[in-house]
């Protein structure tokens, strides 16, 4: 694919412009933070860090985290940086737990946003010759107002749908020849399971490129969908905290996501002590919001797991860029000192061909961790053989090792045996907690 | 010629081999002959019995994962030596069983012996010639 940029001299900038830029921008952002937010002023007067410390991007580990119970204490203004009579809009996170947080954007702020969901949509190929169909909620979540706005600044003909109304999605993406389509990835899923039944084939349907986010999905995932729409389809990554989809998204190579990092600073740290880990390592991913006006979050942990990496790629961007997150510090299981996510073993069981239903059971027994893990058994595996079944299990844990770094034990249970609670399956039982 | 056998995964609980039979006979279908294989994880089941397309249907409805597999059945004398003699000679032929089970019949002077092969028509060959008896669909519904 020929290469397009949205704003070139920033994407393809070279290395030491960008953190001469990004400093300049982090030295304006502490002082703009400790002036007039009083709530992070106390967390620097704590740490004994003043605006004159920060100096460029590399005093940045100086600064105080954020986590998201700051941001429910401080519900609904006490982050707030501009008055409110400069804010123009307002996003919320949906909130499954505790407080809802609130995010607040000045004009300004709306801008940068719809900027970086525009070199999001001209990064897959997009131009002002596209229909771009937003299937994203619009609403307090940022998903479909976020690529509304990048589509507009790109010069689309934007197509505000919302989620929802399969039907009606069909008929417009057919009858108005949407070429992009922005949604999350299961509903993107979902709409080329019903396109199939309705009889279209890949090569009828008029899109060319997806770009899905706001949930994790995988690999796999991402083959089904373009194989089913006949699309590239692309990542993109954003939380309501920092703005919206388009902190990073993902470029031709579909390698990773490239960070607009002169508006996000991402860093990795190790989620136990807090301390910076070199490029490459995995760890917890955290943002700096460098220019945004009226909610700017500094040093924000996103509990997202991740690896950061500035090799070349092929599209000519010299923008960072973040893996997947392999999940969230939550779901993190550290297992005889090994970091172990249940997205991994789920990927091992796709690639492996059986179900995702499996339970992970943690227990320490002399002062070993136990590591086993339950997976169901397929039709299409059974066998009447008991060593075809031990073979099975052992070839499954010979897998895990290779992804995991430690050796699990596995053992295949019948069908629907493991323990669902309201219709969930329990992914992990971690018995040591119990001591 | 080969007889069907159902194999069934079962959890190492207790109660589902019986929860298995119970549902079997309340359907109104005889068991022939029983084995299972246990490991510390699971268990599977093999089943001999007289209308096996049914006992499938039920059994899967209930949502048991089951395999109809095709087996050798072999009619031993009720003597001693005679089983050693049919293994004997599918090893000197080079057949490997990978298990086999065996059940009596309830009125005949006969065992009978339920032998898993990869190559079940090579392994019938053999016994055939060794002067042995195989059993038949028609033999199991006498049974
Ligand atoms: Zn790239």
Same mark, same amino acid.
């Given at each position: ?21 990004? *400093?300049? =921008?982090? &030295?304006? /952002? !502490?002082?703009?933070? %400790? ?7 106390? #967390? ?82 997009? *131009?002002? =010759?596209? &229909?771009? /169909? !937003?299937?994203?909620? %619009? ?7 976020? #690529? ?288 | ?143």
């Amino acid at each position: 694919m020929a290469q397009n940029y949205y704003q070139k001299e920033i994407e393809t900038m070279p290395i030491e412009e960008m953190k001469k830029l990004q *400093s300049e =921008k982090l &030295v304006k /952002q !502490v002082k703009h933070v %400790y002036e007039n937010v009083p709530y992070y002023k106390s #967390l620097m007067d704590e740490k004994g860090v003043t605006p004159d410390d920060i100096k460029s991007i590399d005093d940045l580990h100086k600064l105080p985290f954020l986590t998201k119970a700051d941001l429910r204490d401080a519900y609904p203004y006490g982050l707030l940086a501009k008055p409110l009579e400069d804010c123009v809009r307002l996003h919320s996170t949906s909130g499954t737990t505790g407080r809802r947080v609130v995010a607040f954007y000045t004009q300004h702020d709306v801008d940068l946003w719809d900027d970086c969901c525009a070199r999001a949509i001209v990064a897959v190929g997009g *131009s002002k =010759k596209d &229909v771009c /169909q !937003v299937a994203y909620g %619009y609403g307090l979540f940022t998903g479909g107002f976020g #690529l509304n706005g990048g589509a507009h600044k790109v010069g689309c003909l934007t197509l505000p749908m919302s989620s929802g109304n399969t039907e009606r999605q069909i008929q417009f993406m057919t009858d108005l020849q949407a070429t992009i389509l922005c949604c999350t990835p299961s509903y993107a899923a979902y709409i080329g399971e019903a396109l199939k039944e309705q009889g279209y084939k890949p090569e009828d349907i008029p899109l060319k490129a997806g770009i899905f986010g706001a949930e994790p999905w995988t690999e796999e995932m991402r083959q089904s969908i373009q194989d089913t729409l006949g699309i590239k389809a692309y990542d993109i990554y954003g939380l309501t905290e920092s703005t919206g989809p388009g902190v990073a998204f993902e470029c031709s190579e579909q390698t990773g996501m490239h960070v607009n990092e002169d508006h996000f600073f991402a860093e990795i740290i190790d989620p136990d002590t807090g301390e910076v880990l070199p490029e490459g390592s995995k760890g917890e991913l955290v943002f700096t919001s460098l220019d945004k006006e009226a909610f700017p979050l500094l040093r924000y942990r996103t509990r997202d797991i991740c690896v950061l990496s500035r090799e070349k790629c092929s599209c000519g961007r010299t923008l960072i860029k973040m893996a997947k997150p392999m999940g969230r510090t939550d779901d993190m299981l550290i297992i005889r000192g090994v970091n172990v996510f249940p997205s991994q073993i789920e990927t091992v069981l796709l690639k492996e061909g059986y179900e995702p239903n499996y339970q992970i059971v943690v227990d320490r027994v002399n002062n070993n961790d136990t590591f086993e893990v339950n997976v169901e058994m397929t039709a299409d595996k059974f066998t009447d053989k008991v060593s075809d079944i031990l073979a099975m299990e052992k070839s499954l844990a010979g897998a895990m090792k290779i992804m995991l770094g430690i050796n699990p034990t596995v053992h295949l249970v019948a069908p629907k045996s493991i323990a669902r609670s309201e219709g969930k399956a329990v992914r992990v039982i971690d018995k040591r907690k119990l001591v | 010629m080969a007889i069907k056998q159902l194999t069934v995964f079962v959890e190492n609980k207790q109660g589902t081999v019986v929860s298995i039979t119970d549902t079997l006979a309340k359907n109104n279908i005889n068991l022939r002959a029983l084995s299972i294989a246990e490991t510390q994880d699971f268990g599977i089941l093999r089943l001999i019995v007289n209308d096996e397309a049914a006992a499938e249907k039920i059994l899967s409805e209930t949502g048991y994962l089951i395999k109809m597999t095709d087996v050798v059945g072999v009619k031993i004398g009720d003597a001693p030596g005679k089983l050693t003699a049919a293994l004997k000679v599918l090893d000197e032929n080079d057949i490997n069983v990978d298990y086999l089970y065996a059940f009596m019949a309830r009125t005949e002077k006969h065992a009978y012996v339920v032998l898993r092969v990869e190559d079940n028509c090579k392994a019938e060959g053999i016994l055939e010639d060794a002067g042995f008896h195989l059993i038949t669909k028609e033999d199991i519904d006498k049974i």
